[in-house]
């Protein structure tokens, strides 16, 4: 293959927007590569600007559950086009897609549209803060709220001390009020919040990891968290904005069998048009504007065109018998596929998947359930494996930290030809 468009793309693209991408993970940096242009994409598949074709698994990083451009999305996004893209008034699309939302997660009595997951996490943060009357929250190291200051804060030198910003342009001020604990280390939270008795408003949770790759959480960590909130007053975020519609209908709470008291959707839920909403007790939510005293809005919440994308998406999502048993069966397929070639051609690797979501570890640990184990791995084989795949027309997600996902478009034949073209992407890594 070649990419020689993508390569002028990219040195141009340079010349105007910071880095020559509009998002950070889009450039290739950690695996040592250039990104691709897309030019369009289609079911499982997306295409370059020089007309190469990939069995996608990256699915806009999350979003694309049906596969791109299905025709009812695209069909949906078109008649609403039609009547007017904004008016900055309610519409019946925002009720609709508040009902279904409630109906698909239980623990939703109320919901409020923004317009992505940053946006979503950000805001509920502000009003667990403003329910609560307290400053601090409690992240856990290795997962991803978007990229809000107050979620841009790594933990101190020691896990007790305060928090320090992981980006410029981040105040010590805000660093201090958010505490870092350690995902699946029950003891790390209850340590936190022993320190800091009746001063933390919330706990922000990856209920199920995908920004660290793929890691699912034991059933005394997770039930563990739930009973601190309880027995603090403190209120529970599941960041479910990768996990929602993803993992079941009702996202990674229904099958933990753990209730947040709120929760952030995102990607899905937008059906490949920039959408996020945050949602949850009915008690918490009516403390939001207009009803009660936290402020939070949006000249786009609940555009009509993003609504219709979302709505069409998960309406499909609930009424299509099966939906995730037969996702399940296609991830399963392909992480059987895999996880044969790390066995045949003997490397030190691991899947980790749950539903369609999967991350391929190089590693040498028995198993990674930590962001200690995660960063154990071989980012450099990850790297040229990475780069074996895109060549042999696999396009995955350009960093060993991250989650891949397989969407209802992925036909066997795919999965089949994706397990072909990483035997030989690690066959060649052998020969190297
Ligand atoms: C992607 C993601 C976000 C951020 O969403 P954006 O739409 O990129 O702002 C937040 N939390 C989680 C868990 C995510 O995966």
Redesign the pocket.
Known sequence: MTYNKSIAAFAEAQKSIPGGVN?PVRSFKSVGGQPLFISKASGSKVTDIDGNEFIDYVGS??PMILGHTHPDVVAAIQKTAAFGASFGAPTLLETEMAELIKEMVPSIESVRMVN??????MSALRLARGYTGRDLVIKFEG?????NDSFLIEAGSGALTFGIPNTPGVTKGTAKDTLTAKFNDLPSVIQLFEKNKDQIAAVII?PVT??MGVITPEKEFIEGIRKLCDDNKTVLIF?????GFRLSKGGAQTILGVTPDLT?L??IIGGGL?V?AYGGKLEIMNELAPKGPVYQAGTLSGNPLAMSAGLTTLKLLNETENFYSDLDAKAALLEEGLQNNLKELNFKGLINRIGSMFTLFFTEEESVNSFADVCKCDTNLFGQYFKMSLDSGIYLAPSQFEAGFVSIAHSEKDIENTVKASYMALKQLKNK
């Open positions: 998002s990083w999350g992505s997951g940053t946006e979503a996490t997962c991803y709220h978007g990229h990856e995908g920004n960041d479910e904005v990768m996990t952030t995102g990607k920039p996020g």
